[in-house]
C-alpha cells in the first residue's frame, strides 16, 4: 500500500511541475512552445499514468468486494455518469488545443464556465473520481490509487485555482458560486 501512495506521489509531482508556468518558461527558452509544449506534455502524461496503472496492475493484491445483482447495475451507471462527466468537460473547451493539437492562441489558461462548468469547477476530476469509486469490484490496491488519486485531484485543484485567481480576477465570484466536485444544491448568498 505504501508503495501504491508514494509512486502516486511521485507522479503527482512530475505531473504537476510540467504543469507550472515556471517549466512552462523554461522548456519554452529552449525551444518547446505551445502547441508543441502541450502535446508533450499529454502524450508524457499519458505514458506515465499507462505505466504507473501497469505497475499497480502487477503487485500483489487482495479482493475487498465484488458486487453482484442490482449494485452491481447501480455501480456501473455511476461509472458510466463518471465517464459523462468527464467527456462533458471537454465539450466547452476547445479539446484539440487542449491535448495540444493546435495552438491555444493564449498565454493564459482559458477561464470557462459554459457547459458543466456552470455547475461543477472540476467535472473531469469530479468524473473520473466517479469512476474509481463506483467500482463494482474493488481490492486494497485499486481502493489505494483511487484514494490517493482523490487527494492528487483535490490538492492539484487548489494549484489549479490559484493559478485561475491570477489570471483571472472573476474566478472568485465563480467560486464562490459553484462547487468544487459537486454541485451546489443552493447556491450561496452573495
Known amino acids: 500500500m505504501l508503495l501504491i501512495w508514494l509512486v502516486t506521489f511521485l507522479f503527482a509531482v512530475i505531473h504537476s511541475l510540467l504543469a507550472t508556468q515556471r517549466c512552462k518558461q523554461w522548456l519554452g527558452r529552449r525551444g518547446l512552445v505551445e502547441p508543441r509544449y502541450r502535446l508533450g506534455y499529454t502524450i508524457l502524461s499519458l505514458f506515465l499514468t499507462l505505466i504507473w496503472l501497469a505497475w499497480i496492475h502487477?503487485?500483489?493484491?487482495?479482493?475487498?468486494?465484488?458486487?453482484?445483482?442490482?449494485?452491481?447495475?447501480m455501480l456501473i451507471a455511476l461509472q458510466i455518469a463518471g465517464v459523462i462527466v468527464a467527456l462533458a468537460a471537454l465539450r466547452p473547451i476547445d479539446t484539440m488545443a487542449f491535448l495540444g493539437f493546435k495552438s491555444a492562441g493564449e498565454q493564459v489558461d482559458p477561464f470557462v464556465i459554459s457547459g458543466i462548468y456552470r455547475y461543477l469547477r472540476h467535472p473531469m476530476y469530479s468524473g473520473v473520481m466517479l469512476i474509481l469509486f463506483a467500482s463494482p469490484w474493488q481490492s486494497m490496491n485499486s481502493l489505494n490509487m483511487a484514494l490517493a488519486v482523490a487527494l492528487y485531484f483535490l490538492i492539484g485543484s487548489r494549484l489549479e485555482e490559484r493559478r485561475m485567481l491570477d489570471q483571472h480576477p472573476a474566478y472568485a465570484a465563480y467560486k464562490q458560486q459553484v462547487g468544487a466536485f459537486l454541485p451546489r444544491i443552493c447556491p450561496r448568498p452573495d
Open 58 to 73: 502487477a503487485l500483489p493484491d487482495q479482493l475487498l468486494y465484488r458486487a453482484d445483482g442490482l449494485l452491481f447495475y
